[in-house]
C-alpha cells in the first residue's frame, strides 16, 4: 500500500468488535512509534499500553466518559516527558517538543493500526491528572488511543479549505 493509500484509508474508528488484538500487532504499532522523529531523538515521552478494563474503565471516565476509550481492548497512552527534553532544550522543549515528540508517536501508532486493518481513534478531550493517576504516569498525557478491530466504516469527515498556501512574493 502506498503512503497516500494509507492515509486515505485511516479513519477514526470508535466502534469496536468484542475481539482481542494480538500481542504481535500491538507490539508492531509500538515498533512504528518507536521510529517517529523525535527533538534531538530525546524521545521525551513514554507509551502506556492497557488491557485491563477496569484501567479502562477508568480512562473512559477521565475522558469524559468517552465509551470508545472502555470499549476498546487496547489503549496506548501517550505520555509527554516534559523534564527530558529541557535538559537539552530548556522550555521551549518542556513545553513544545516533548509534546511533538508524543503527538507524532500517536500519529505513527495510529497509521500503524490502520496497516494492520485495526481502527483507533485519537482521545484528546480528558482531564491530564486523572489519566496520570490512572495509568500512574509521573509526565503529562497527551493523548489517548483506543485501538480494536472496527465495527464500523465510517466516511471521511470533509476537509476545509484555506489551509494549503503558496508563497507569494509580491
Ligand atoms: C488533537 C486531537 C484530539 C482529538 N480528540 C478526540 C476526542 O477526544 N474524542 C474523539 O472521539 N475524537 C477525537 N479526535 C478525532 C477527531 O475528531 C478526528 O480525527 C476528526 O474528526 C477527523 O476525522 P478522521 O480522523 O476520521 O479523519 C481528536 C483528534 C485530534 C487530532
Known amino acids: 500500500m502506498s503512503f497516500l493509500a494509507l492515509a486515505q484509508k485511516r479513519k477514526s474508528i470508535r466502534r469496536f468488535l468484542d475481539k482481542p488484538v494480538p500481542q504481535k500487532l500491538v507490539d508492531t504499532i509500538l515498533e512504528a512509534a518507536r521510529l517517529a522523529p523525535s527533538a534531538g531523538n530525546l524521545q521525551a515521552y513514554e507509551v502506556v499500553t492497557v488491557k485491563n478494563e477496569e484501567t479502562r474503565k477508568a480512562l473512559a471516565a477521565a475522558s469524559f466518559g468517552q465509551a470508545q476509550v472502555s470499549d476498546a481492548p487496547v489503549v496506548m497512552v501517550f505520555v509527554a516527558d516534559p523534564p527530558r527534553s529541557a535538559a537539552k532544550y530548556g522550555d521551549r522543549g518542556a ?23 485495526l481502527g483507533a481513534v485519537w482521545v484528546g478531550a480528558f482531564d491530564e491528572d486523572a489519566v496520570a493517576k490512572a495509568v500512574n504516569a509521573s509526565g503529562r498525557p497527551v493523548a489517548l488511543l483506543p485501538i480494536g478491530y472496527p465495527a464500523e466504516k465510517p466516511g471521511h469527515p470533509p476537509r476545509r479549505d484555506g489551509v494549503f498556501f503558496e508563497e507569494t512574493l509580491d
Do not use: P, R, T
Not at 95 to 117: K, M, W
Open 95 to 117: 513545553e513544545l517538543y516533548s509534546v511533538q515528540d508524543a503527538s507524532i508517536a500517536c500519529a505513527y501508532a495510529q497509521l500503524a493500526a490502520a496497516d494492520l486493518g
